[in-house]
């Protein structure tokens, strides 16, 4: 498939899994590719896994919590590529605590990554993206959907990004972007093995309501579905969000 000849696609997280995997699919399907994240060393690990051919890739290093960063950021993909057709925010946090021992600045870390990067983001590609009639995908969570135990800062943040993306595709489907979201379940990546958990929390009950019925997915499965929501053939699909859980929440 070569759904993204021609386009430019901006990913954000792209240091990580999921964000990496989307990077890939969407240079295998001909987009030149921006991508950006706050991890630099692991940013040049996936430039290398996109390899030389004849792509066009540029490594950006942005903290999404910084409305300069964010908004020079985009300016460097647009003036390097001249358009922006998708962007793909992927970066994102998790921790877990109990709701009592949650202290402000560790939940507004949450909420300044995954939800305030994330509108970040959008806010000054949207501009581009009328241009070229692009679209938005952003990362939810079952999270959103369902709650999880112990991740009250991150449930909030995904249900905003919910919220968040749902207006936006409300705004601006008369102006010829679409915005939709994915809700993953539990996939094996950085954020999920590296997790720190507090003494008190019962980790069974938490594993039990994170449990897919199908076999775990790895990143790609949840990158297929994203190029699908980010290319034309989704042309009349705007402000939903896709479960990529298999069956966690039936
Ligand atoms: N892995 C899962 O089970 C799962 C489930 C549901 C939703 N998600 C969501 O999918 C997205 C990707 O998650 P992942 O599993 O690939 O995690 P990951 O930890 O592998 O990747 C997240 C990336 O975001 C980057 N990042 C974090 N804070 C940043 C900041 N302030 N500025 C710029 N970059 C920043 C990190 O450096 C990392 O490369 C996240 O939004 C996550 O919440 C993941």
């Known amino acids: 498939m070569n759904r993204f000849a021609g386009k430019v696609a901006l990913v954000t997280g792209a240091a990580g899994g999921i964000g ?42 942005c903290d999404v919590r910084d409305e300069a960063q964010v908004a020079d950021t985009v300016k460097q993909c647009v003036d390097h590529f001249g358009r ?42 949207l501009p581009h993206l009328e241009s070229s009639s692009g679209s ?40 010829g972007v679409r915005a939709n979201t994915v809700s993953p379940g539990h996939i094996a990546t950085g954020m999920t093995n590296d997790i720190t958990f507090p003494e008190e929390a019962d980790i069974d009950f938490l594993f039990q309501r994170t449990e897919s019925i199908l076999p775990p997915a790895d990143p790609k499965g949840v990158a ?21 859980d298999g069956g966690t929440l039936g």
């Open 20 to 61: 990496r995997a989307c990077a890939v699919q969407l240079a295998g399907e001909g987009a030149a590719l921006c991508c950006v994240d706050y991890n630099a060393e692991a940013l040049n690990d996936t430039m290398a896994a996109l390899g030389d051919g004849n792509l066009q890739k540029l490594a950006l290093t």
């Open 84 to 125: 922006l057709d998708a962007l793909v925010n992927m970066a994102g946090t998790l921790r877990f605590d109990m709701a009592v021992d949650l202290e402000v600045k560790d939940w507004s870390n949450v909420i300044a990554i995954n939800l305030t990067g994330t509108m970040l983001m959008c806010k000054h590609a």
């Open 136 to 175: 938005i995908v952003n990362a939810a969570s079952t999270a959103a959907h369902a709650g999880i135990p112990y991740g009250i800062a991150y449930a909030a943040s995904k249900g905003g990004v919910l919220a968040m993306t749902r207006s936006i595709a409300m705004e601006y489907a008369k102006r």
């Open 224 to 244: 297929s579905m994203v190029a699908l929501l980010a290319s034309e053939e989704a042309f009349h699909i705007t402000g939903q969000d896709v479960l990529i």
